[in-house]
């Protein structure tokens, strides 16, 4: 739930980021999708399953969720007291959850579910965007740190960390502002869903 990140540009005492082509991409995201089933026969009933069946997102249920999974591979390369981050390599996999019919739907209700579901799909691959870009904004403000006096890299570690803290709280602040506008009144998700509950 995430599109262009602020990048931070202070930098903690005797730290210093060097510009490196290693921060090109040079990795794809994995993504994939997972359904939760849900039942009914028209749009309204299809609606209501989702209400019970959908991901626990907090003390209610989501009608869809996008969730990742980011770790990395980094080189931390100490030498005459300094110590340098020469590569992050991020291995990150995006996971859409999505609501399916159990059975197959009278025609009517099938045209109005694939439109809804194709848009609810749309909405949560916004999100996985925004987890890109983030991944692309650590990767860009990471490779090349530099600290001296640091020869147990523990410098670097700690200005990574609060880096990292930083833009993510960015991702979750864009994601949040996505959903309040789609899910508003009038909104993206709030028409998708009008159209589906609407119609019998």
């Known amino acids: 739930m995430r599109a262009l990140l602020t990048?931070?540009?202070?930098?903690?005492?005797?730290?210093?980021?060097?510009?490196?082509?290693?921060?090109a991409q040079d990795w794809q995201p994995v993504e994939q999708v997972k359904t939760y089933a849900i039942s009914g026969q028209t749009g309204i009933d299809l609606y209501r399953s989702i209400g019970a069946n959908g991901p626990k997102i907090g003390a209610g249920?989501?009608?869809?969720?996008?969730?990742?999974?980011?770790?990395?591979?980094?080189?931390?390369?100490?030498g005459n007291g300094h110590c340098t981050l020469r590569s992050a390599r991020p291995h990150l996999i995006i996971t859409y959850r999505l609501p399916k019919?159990?059975?197959?739907?009278?025609?009517?209700?099938?045209?109005?579910?694939?439109?809804?579901i194709d848009g609810i799909e749309k909405h949560e691959r916004v999100h996985g965007a925004m987890i890109v870009a983030m991944v692309k904004a650590i990767r860009e403000t990471s490779v090349g740190l530099t600290a001296a006096n640091d020869p147990n890299c523990q410098k670097v570690r700690a200005e990574l960390?609060?880096?990292?803290?930083?833009?993510?709280?960015?991702?979750?602040?864009?994601?949040?502002e996505f959903d309040?506008?789609?899910?508003?009144q009038g909104g993206n998700v709030h028409q998708l869903i009008l159209a589906l509950v609407n119609a019998e």
Not at 7 to 23: D, N, W
């Open 7 to 23: 990048f931070l540009s202070a930098a903690l005492a005797g730290l210093a980021v060097l510009v490196s082509p290693a921060a």
């Open 61 to 78: 249920r989501a009608i869809a969720y996008t969730d990742f999974d980011l770790k990395w591979s980094r080189d931390y390369v100490p």
């Open 101 to 116: 019919p159990k059975g197959p739907l009278p025609a009517a209700t099938q045209a109005r579910w694939q439109t809804f």
């Open 161 to 176: 960390k609060t880096r990292l803290a930083a833009l993510s709280l960015e991702q979750r602040r864009r994601s949040r």
């Open 180 to 184: 309040r506008e789609e899910m508003s």
